[in-house]
C-alpha cells in the first residue's frame, strides 16, 4: 500500500477535509485568475472585499441549510424553507410597511416575532404530516412548497412590499465589529444549533433516528417528537434567512424571495458530508457547503458569466458528491479494486449476510 | 376444507374499487367546480372556455403523462420544467441560425430523452434518490438554457408560425389549437402502452413491489431507465408545444412547473408511493388545475395567488385521501 | 405415487463464502410426486442450497441434474423456466397489480404486441380452477388475504409447468385453515406427479404433509429419512445435533439451583399474552435474579414471545403484570420504563445505529430514557462506557469507532452494555451468542450468570439447548408457535428431555405432575 497515502489518512479521512479542500481550491483558482480577490481593505470602520461578501451573501444559505441538516440526518428532507423564507419576510415588511414609525425597534421586534412565530406554525405542520401521519417528507413538504409561495403573495398581495426601516435594514446589510451583521447573525444560529443539538442529547437522538429507525424504537426513542422538532428548527432557521433576504433589498417580493434556496440547501447539506439517506450530520460541512455554493455562485459573477449558468456546475457538483455517497458506486468501485488486491476488512462483512 | 371456505377468507372488499376513489373524486370535484363557474358566470358556458383550457395547458398535458410514467414506477422527475425550457430554447437558437425546421424538430426531441436516460440510468445503476439525480438534471438543463441565451429568442420560422395559428375548428367558431391535438394523441398512445402492452404493465408492477418485479423475472432496470426516457420525451414535446404557443424561447420560462405537473398527477390520483394510477386520471387533473386558473381570471376580484394556494390544498386533501384509503402498496 | 428416478439430483454440493463454509458436500434428491422436506437450523444451509439449485449462487463443487441432463441455471428466471419454481415466505408478487395479472406478467397472452386481457383473465380462471380456487381473477390481489396470496404465487410457479416446485417456508403467516388449504393444494399437485420441496420449521406440518425428510445441519448432510421411518424425537436430535461443549462447564453440575421465589411476587408475569399469526396466548411468570431460557426450534415463537414482552409488537390478547400491578406494555418505552431491555436476535435491523460510535450506541437506551433535554454529561458517558468496555472486553477498546467496524462478537456486547447501563430488572436476550466467536460466546455466558447472581432476571433465548440448560434455572419450550411447557432445570432435566418436548410437545414424564 501506499504509505504516503497511509499518513495522510488522519488527515484525508476527516469529513471536513474534503468540503475544506474544495474551498481553498476553488478561492486559490479566483486568486489566481483575479490577484485581488482576496483583497480586504476597512472603509468607514467596515470590512469591504469579495471575501466579505461571500461570507455576507452566504449567510440566509447557511442559515436554511442549517435547519436542513438536521431535516435531511433524520432521513427527512425539507422542500417548503424557499416558500417559509418568503413567507416570513412578507409578513415582517408587511407588519413595518403599515407602522407608523417604520424605524422604531419595537415595531421591527414585533414583525419578527410575529413572522418567527407563523413559520413556528408552519413547520410544526409539517413535522405533523410527516412523523404523526406519516407522509413522505418529500411530499408532505411539498404541499407547503407549493402553496407557500401563494400564501406569501396572498401577504404582500401581489406587489412587492417596500420598506424603510433602519433596524430591519441592518439584519441584511448592517455591521457589527467591521463584520456584517448578517454573517454574525449566521454565525450565531450555526453556534445555537451546535450547542442545542450537541450540548443536549438531540443530535445523538437525530442520528439514531436516521441512521437506524427500528433500532432506535427498540432502544426506547420517541422519534416523532423529535422528527416534528427539526421541521419546526428548519423552519425558524428559513425565517431568519427570510428575514435577511428581505432586509437585504428592503422589500419583500412574494415570488422571488428565497427562491430555489431550498435546492442551494439541500446541496450544501450534501457537499457538506452528511448523507442524503440520514445518519450522521455535520454542521461545519454544511457551513463550508454553503460557503462553497456562494463562492462558485460569486465567481460565477466574477468571470462575467451569467449567474444562470453556474446552475451548470451545481448540476456537475451535485452528481460528483451523490456518486462518491452512493453505496452502489462505491461498491463497484471496491469492487474493482479487490479485484487486484483483495481487502482485509471486505469478508468480514459478507460473513454476516449468509443467510440462514 | 372446501373452496368456499376459502373465497370467505377474503378480506373486505366493496363493490367500488378502492384505487378508484381518488380518479373519481378528481372527476366529481372538476364536474363540481365546472358547475361553479357554469353558475356564476354566463361566459362560462361557452364551449370556447373549455377548448382554451386545453389550449393553454397541452403542453402541462404532455409533460404530466410523461410525470406519470414516472411516478407509477414510484419515482419522480424534477427536471421536467427545465427540459421544456431546454426544448424550446434550443429550437429557438437552431432557428435563428437558419436550421430547417425538421432538423430542428428532430434535435430538439432527441436533447430531452438522452438526458432522461442518463438520468435513469444513474438512478438504476448507482441507485441514487431520483429525487437528487432529477434536481442535478433539472439543474443542468436549466443552465445550459442561459449557457445558449440570456434573453429569449423570438421564433419567425414558418412552420412555427403555422403551428402556432391553425385552428381547427367548427362552424360555430369554437376551436383548438394544433397543439391540442399533439396532446391528446400522445393522451391516447400513453394510456395505450400502459393498459395494452407488456412495458406498461411492468410500470405498474415496478411500482407495487420492486423487489417482487425482480423475482418475477420483470426487466426492472430497463423498465426503470424507461420511464426518464419517456418523460424526457414528453418534456420535450411539451416544449416544442410551448414554442408553438409563445413562438420564443426564453431561459426563465415554465420555471417551477414541476410542482405543477406533479399537483396535477396527485390530483390525478396517482399514488405517489408508485403502482396505481392513470393517465385519464392525470388528464382530470390537468383540468383541475386549468379550469381553477379560468375561474380565478373569470372572477375579478381572485389573484392569480389563489391558485398557488388552492393547488397546495387540492394537493393535500389528495394526499391525506390516499393516505385515509389506505392505499398500502409496500 | 412416488416415482422410482428422481428428477432432481444434486451431488456433492460445497459452497463456501468468505469465512463461512455454508455447504459442504451436500446430496440431495427430488423424486416426481413426493413432498419432501428440507429441515435443519438456523445456519444450516437450507437457503443455501435452495440458492444455489435456482442458480442465485453458483457452487464451488458438485452437481446438479433435472430429468438426468446437468444443469447450472443463471437465476431463478431459467430455472423457472426449466421447470423449477420457487414460491417464497413474503409472498412475492405485487398486490397492486389483479390476480390474473400476477399470474401471468412477464408472459401475459398477446396479439400482436397488446396484453390480450380477456384471454388472460380466461386462463386465469382456468388455472386457479385446476387448484379449486374460486377468486375473482380481475380483482386487485392485495384485497385479499396472505394466505390467498400465497396460493395465487404457486399458481403462477406452476403455470409454467413446472415439475419441481420449492415451497420456501409458505406457511409462516397463515392460520391453520389457510394452512389445510395450502396442504390440499399440495397434495393435489403431488399426486399430478409435480416433486414439492418443502421447507418449514413447523414439525406438524412435517409429518402432515411430506413423504421425504432430508436433514441439514451446520452445512452438511445429516441424512436422508422417510417421514414415517424418523420419529419426531430423532428428526429433532439431528437438527440440533449434540454439539460438543468446547466451552467447558461454566459453575459447578450442569444446571443451576432453582431461585427461592416461594412467597415472592413475580417480576413479570404475564398472563395469556398472544397475538394473532405470531404467538398463540402463552402465560409466564419470571422473577427476579432468575435465568428463563427459551428453547425451540427457529421459528417456533422463540422471538415473539419475546417481543411481546417487551411490547415491540403489540399483544392483542392478555396482558402483562409488573410487580404485581397491570401494565400495558405496548410500546418499548414503556417497557423500558418498567426496567425491561431487549437485545434483538437481528443484531444489524434492530440492534446497532452502525454510523454512530460505539460510545453513542452504548448510552443510547439511557439517553433516550432521560429524554434528549437531559443529556448524560460526557463524563458519565465515558465512565460508563469504560466500565463496560472493560468489563466486557469489547476489542477494540476505543469507544469512539463506529461500531459497524467491529466485529459480531463484539456488537453483540456493545448491545448488551447499552441495556445494562439502564441498569434493567428483567433482560430479554435473543440469540445473543448466535455467530460470534467461542471466545466471546462464553464471556457472554458468564455475564449472564453474574447478573442474574445479583438478582436481575434474564430471558434467554438460544437455539443451542446446551446454552440454555446450562445458564436457565427455568426453560420454557416453544413448539410450532405454541408454549408447550416450563420445566425447572433440575438434576432429571437434560437435552434429551428438552428435545422429546420440543418433538412432541409434551414432556413425558411430567404429563401428571
Not at chain 1, 307 to 313: A, H, K, N, V, W
Amino acid at each position: 500500500m501506499n504509505t504516503v497515502a497511509d499518513r495522510l489518512r488522519p488527515l484525508t479521512g476527516h469529513r471536513l477535509f474534503w468540503p475544506a479542500l474544495v474551498l481553498v481550491v476553488m478561492l486559490a483558482a479566483n486568486t489566481v485568475y483575479r490577484p485581488g480577490f482576496l483583497a480586504v481593505e476597512v472603509k468607514n470602520g467596515h470590512l469591504y472585499g469579495t471575501p466579505v461578501d461571500i461570507l455576507r451573501l452566504s449567510a440566509p444559505l447557511i442559515l436554511v441549510a442549517l435547519g436542513m441538516t438536521l431535516v435531511i440526518a433524520t432521513g427527512g428532507i425539507d422542500l417548503s424553507v424557499g416558500s417559509l423564507c418568503a413567507i416570513s419576510g412578507a409578513i415582517a415588511c408587511l407588519h413595518i410597511s403599515g407602522a407608523a414609525d417604520q424605524n422604531s425597534p419595537s415595531t421591527v421586534f414585533t414583525a419578527l416575532a410575529l413572522a418567527f412565530g407563523t413559520a413556528l406554525v408552519l413547520g410544526a405542520w409539517n413535522g405533523v404530516l410527516v412523523a404523526v401521519i406519516g407522509i413522505q417528507p418529500i411530499i408532505a413538504t411539498l404541499i407547503l412548497m407549493v402553496a407557500g409561495r401563494g400564501i406569501a403573495q396572498l401577504v404582500t398581495e401581489g406587489q412587492i412590499i417596500t420598506i424603510n426601516s433602519g433596524p430591519y435594514r441592518a439584519i441584511g446589510l448592517g455591521h457589527f465589529l467591521t463584520l456584517p451583521l448578517a454573517i454574525l447573525i449566521a454565525l450565531a444560529a450555526a453556534l445555537l444549533v451546535a450547542a442545542f443539538t450537541r450540548r443536549t442529547a438531540l443530535g445523538l437522538i437525530v442520528e439514531s433516528v436516521g441512521g437506524n429507525a427500528e433500532a432506535s424504537r427498540l432502544a426506547g426513542i420517541r422519534s416523532r417528537r423529535v422528527v416534528l422538532l427539526v421541521y419546526v428548527v428548519s423552519a425558524a432557521c428559513a425565517a431568519v434567512a427570510g428575514f435577511m433576504v428581505t432586509a437585504n433589498v428592503s422589500s419583500a417580493d412574494g415570488n422571488a424571495a428565497g427562491l430555489w434556496i431550498e435546492l442551494d440547501a439541500i446541496l450544501a447539506v450534501v457537499i457538506g458530508g452528511t448523507s442524503l439517506a440520514g445518519g450522521r450530520f455535520s454542521l461545519g460541512g454544511t457551513v463550508l457547503g454553503a460557503l462553497i455554493i456562494q463562492t462558485l455562485t460569486t465567481t460565477v459573477y466574477a468571470m462575467n458569466i451569467s449567474p444562470q449558468t453556474s446552475l451548470l456546475f451545481k448540476a456537475v457538483v451535485v452528481i460528483a458528491v451523490c456518486l462518491i455517497q452512493a453505496p452502489a458506486f462505491r461498491a463497484r468501485l471496491r469492487r474493482r479494486r479487490r479485484d487486484v488486491e483483495p481487502g482485509p476488512t471486505a469478508p468480514q462483512r459478507e460473513k454476516e449476510q449468509v443467510p440462514a | 376444507m372446501s373452496s368456499t371456505s376459502l373465497s370467505a377468507v377474503r378480506s373486505w372488499r366493496p363493490s367500488l374499487p378502492r384505487r378508484h376513489v381518488p380518479v373519481l373524486a378528481t372527476l366529481a370535484l372538476l364536474l363540481v367546480m365546472y358547475g361553479i363557474g357554469v353558475s356564476q358566470y354566463r361566459a362560462f358556458s361557452n364551449v370556447q372556455v373549455v377548448f382554451n383550457v386545453f389550449i393553454d395547458n397541452g403542453f402541462l398535458l404532455v409533460v404530466a403523462v410523461g410525470m406519470t410514467f414516472v411516478i407509477l414506477t414510484g419515482g419522480i422527475d424534477l427536471s421536467v420544467g427545465s427540459v421544456v425550457a431546454m426544448t424550446a430554447m434550443v429550437s429557438a437558437a437552431l432557428l435563428r441560425d437558419g436550421l430547417p425546421a425538421a432538423l430542428v424538430l428532430v434535435v430538439a426531441l432527441l436533447i430531452g430523452p438522452t438526458l432522461g436516460f442518463l438520468m435513469g440510468c444513474a438512478i438504476h445503476f448507482f441507485e441514487i434518490q431520483p429525487f437528487i439525480v432529477t434536481l442535478a438534471g433539472m439543474f443542468f438543463a436549466r443552465g445550459m438554457c442561459t449557457f445558449i441565451s440570456d434573453a429569449s429568442i423570438s421564433i419567425t420560422d414558418g412552420f412555427w408560425t403555422g403551428m402556432s395559428q391553425a385552428r381547427i375548428g367548427n362552424p360555430a367558431g369554437n376551436f383548438v389549437s394544433i397543439s391540442v391535438l399533439i396532446a391528446f394523441a400522445v393522451v391516447v398512445v400513453a394510456a395505450y402502452v400502459l393498459a395494452y402492452t407488456r412495458f406498461g404493465r411492468n410500470v405498474y408492477a415496478v411500482g407495487g413491489n420492486a423487489q417482487s418485479a425482480l423475482l418475477m423475472g420483470l426487466p426492472v432496470g430497463r423498465t426503470r431507465i424507461a420511464v426518464y426516457t419517456i418523460s424526457g420525451l414528453c418534456s420535450a414535446v411539451g416544449g416544442i408545444l410551448l414554442s408553438f404557443y409563445t413562438l420564443s424561447g426564453a431561459p426563465l420560462i415554465a420555471v417551477g412547473m414541476e410542482l405543477d405537473v406533479i399537483a396535477a398527477v396527485v390530483i390525478g390520483g396517482t399514488v405517489l408511493t408508485g403502482g396505481s394510477g392513470y393517465v385519464f386520471g392525470t388528464v382530470l387533473g390537468v383540468l383541475v388545475l386549468g379550469v381553477i386558473q379560468t375561474l380565478i381570471t373569470f372572477d375579478g376580484s381572485l389573484n392569480s395567488w389563489w391558485t398557488k394556494i388552492v393547488i397546495g390544498g387540492l394537493l393535500f386533501a389528495f394526499i391525506l385521501l390516499q393516505r385515509l384509503i389506505g392505499i398500502r402498496f409496500k | 405415487m412416488t416415482g422410482d428416478r428422481p428428477v432432481l439430483t444434486m451431488t456433492g454440493i460445497s459452497k463456501t463464502f468468505p469465512g463461512v463454509r455454508a455447504l459442504h458436500d451436500v446430496d440431495f434428491r427430488l423424486f416426481p410426486g413426493e413432498v419432501h422436506a428440507l429441515m435443519g437450523e438456523n445456519g444450516a444451509g437450507k437457503s443455501t442450497l435452495i440458492k444455489v439449485l435456482t442458480g442465485v449462487y453458483g457452487t464451488d463443487a458438485g452437481t446438479v441434474t433435472l430429468d438426468g441432463d446437468q444443469v447450472s441455471f443463471t437465476g431463478p428466471m431459467q430455472a423457472a423456466a426449466a421447470g423449477v419454481s420457487t414460491v417464497y415466505q413474503e409472498v412475492n408478487l405485487c398486490t397492486n397489480l389483479s390476480v390474473a395479472e400476477n399470474i401471468f406478467i412477464g408472459r401475459e397472452p398477446r396479439r400482436l404486441g397488446a396484453v390480450r386481457w380477456g384471454e388472460m383473465r380466461r386462463r386465469a380462471r382456468g388455472l386457479l380452477a385446476r387448484l379449486d380456487l374460486d377468486l375473482d381473477v380481475s380483482a386487485q390481489l392485495g384485497t385479499y388475504s396472505l394466505a390467498v396470496q400465497q396460493m395465487v404465487a404457486i399458481a403462477r410457479a406452476i403455470d409454467v409447468r413446472a415439475r419441481v416446485l420449492i415451497l420456501d417456508e409458505p406457511t409462516s403467516s397463515l392460520d391453520a385453515g389457510e394452512v389445510a388449504q395450502l396442504f390440499r393444494i399440495m397434495r393435489q399437485l403431488r399426486d399430478e406427479g409435480i416433486a414439492i420441496l418443502f421447507v418449514t420449521h413447523f414439525l406438524d406440518q412435517v409429518y402432515g404433509i411430506a413423504d421425504r425428510i432430508t436433514v441439514l445441519r451446520n452445512g452438511t448432510l445429516v441424512g436422508e429419512y422417510r417421514t414415517e421411518e424418523l420419529p419426531q424425537f430423532s428428526l429433532v436430535e439431528k437438527m440440533i445435533g449434540q454439539e460438543l461443549d468446547v466451552l467447558g462447564r461454566l459453575d459447578g453440575p450442569q444446571g443451576r439451583d432453582a431461585v427461592a421465589r416461594d412467597g415472592q411476587a413475580p417480576l413479570v408475569d404475564a398472563d395469556q399474552v398472544g397475538r394473532r399469526g405470531a404467538v398463540a396466548p402463552f402465560s409466564l411468570r419470571i422473577h427476579a435474579g432468575e435465568v428463563v431460557g427459551l428453547a425451540g426450534l427457529l421459528g417456533s415463537g422463540r422471538t415473539e414471545v419475546a417481543r411481546l414482552i417487551f411490547g415491540a409488537d403489540r399483544a392483542d390478547h392478555g396482558q402483562v403484570r409488573i410487580d404485581g400491578a397491570r401494565s400495558p406494555l405496548r410500546t418499548p418505552i414503556q417497557a423500558i420504563d418498567h426496567g425491561i431491555g431487549f437485545c434483538s436476535e437481528n443484531r444489524r435491523a434492530e440492534g446497532i445505529v452502525g454510523e454512530l460510535s460505539v460510545r453513542e450506541n452504548m448510552i443510547l437506551a439511557m439517553q433516550a430514557a432521560r429524554g434528549w433535554l437531559r443529556p448524560i454529561p460526557r463524563r458519565r458517558q465515558d465512565e460508563l462506557v469504560q466500565k463496560y468496555v472493560e468489563a466486557l472486553s469489547i476489542r477494540p477498546a476505543n469507544p469512539e469507532l463506529p461500531v459497524r467496524n467491529l466485529s459480531g462478537g463484539n456488537q453483540q456486547k456493545v448491545l448488551l452494555a447499552r441495556w445494562l447501563i439502564t441498569e434493567p430488572r428483567l433482560l430479554i436476550l435473543d440469540e445473543p451468542t448466535r455467530g460470534i466467536d467461542v471466545g466471546a460466546k462464553a464471556e457472554i455466558q458468564k455475564l449472564v450468570v453474574q447478573l442474574s447472581d445479583g438478582g436481575m432476571a434474564v430471558l434467554f433465548i438460544s437455539a443451542e439447548l446446551e446454552e440454555v440448560l446450562r445458564l436457565s434455572h427455568r426453560v420454557a419450550v416453544m413448539r410450532d408457535r405454541e408454549m408447550v411447557a416450563q420445566l425447572d432445570n433440575d438434576d432429571t432435566l437434560d437435552a434429551d428431555r428438552v428435545m422429546r418436548t420440543i418433538a412432541s410437545g409434551t414432556p413425558r414424564e411430567e404429563v401428571n405432575r
